[in-house]
């Protein structure tokens, strides 16, 4: 390990309040990294990041994970930001489109399909369907982050993944955890735990200067009601019951137009 730790953060407007917090640090020890969920997770997987805030799906390809204990990414019940935008009922649907930048949420998604909503739709990669998610040419896409936050509005039938799967097992559902991939030092995990009860607390001045950034999203509501920055026991027992279907099922193994990054 060298002696500066490399971080990688989600770019996304849900984590600004961690990497907010994250240059509170010293730059002489830290060196903080932004990127989507899926980029996150192939540095830390190839050794180019210490630790990363990476997908939950991708935890189990991390051979000796270790976590900066109780803080994460997570919803109880509706996010706003993790969504299956539709033209027609969920029972109606066909094929979905399907945003790459998170394994977790398009795992997610399969589950509910067969699990929750009873439907067996084809699922197609954005890159392979010949136009992006937001030429609103798409029946049924499945969008995350702040394109979901933009895209939600233009479509008739709204799915919350997060509030679906909340329904369905009782439990809140963890999209991201800060994993390393080896022994976090001690000194490393105080620093960013002290680090980090400010994301878990967004100062006025940020949310203020997202809202700025993003005037379409209720900021303040997305990042206070919505968006759970520490993990208790309940979320950790949702994350389980998310890795435990991925591990009884075929989800992982996913093939061709389907597999996530």
């Not at 190839?46 to 991708?58: E, F, W």
């Not at 950034?213 to 979320?235: C, D, F, Q, W």
Request: aromatic share 8%.
């Amino acid at each position: 390990m060298s002696s500066t730790f490399r971080i990688s953060v989600v770019s996304y407007l849900n984590a600004k309040p961690y990497l907010s917090a994250l240059n509170r640090l010293s730059a002489e020890h830290f060196q903080i990294e932004e990127d989507v969920p899926a980029r996150c997770a192939q540095k830390l997987i190839a050794g180019d990041v210490d630790l990363g805030l990476i997908p939950a799906a991708v935890i189990p390809k991390i051979q000796h994970p270790h976590f900066v204990p109780g803080f994460g990414i997570a919803a109880n019940g509706r996010v706003d930001s993790v969504l299956l935008l539709s033209k027609v009922p969920i029972s109606h649907v066909l094929e979905v489109v399907l945003d790459m930048e998170s394994r977790t949420s398009v795992q997610l998604a399969r589950i509910l399909a067969r699990e929750y909503w009873d439907i067996q739709p084809t699922w197609v990669n954005e890159s392979e369907s010949g136009k992006p998610l937001e030429s609103g040419e798409h029946v049924s896409i499945v969008v995350i982050g702040d394109r979901a936050l933009e895209l939600a509005p233009k479509y008739e039938f709204v799915y919350d993944l997060a509030d679906a799967w909340k329904s369905h097992t009782g439990l809140p559902f963890v999209f991201a955890a800060w994993v390393s991939p080896r022994a976090i030092p001690d000194e490393k995990i105080e620093a960013l735990t002290a680090a980090f009860e400010f994301a878990a607390n967004p100062e006025e001045s940020l949310l203020g200067a997202l809202q700025a950034a993003h005037p379409s999203v209720n900021v303040r509501e997305y990042l206070t009601k919505r968006i759970i920055y520490r993990l208790g026991e309940a979320e950790y027992k949702g994350l389980h019951c998310f890795l435990q279907k991925l591990s009884n099922t075929d989800s992982i193994a996913t093939s061709g137009s389907t597999q996530a990054r």
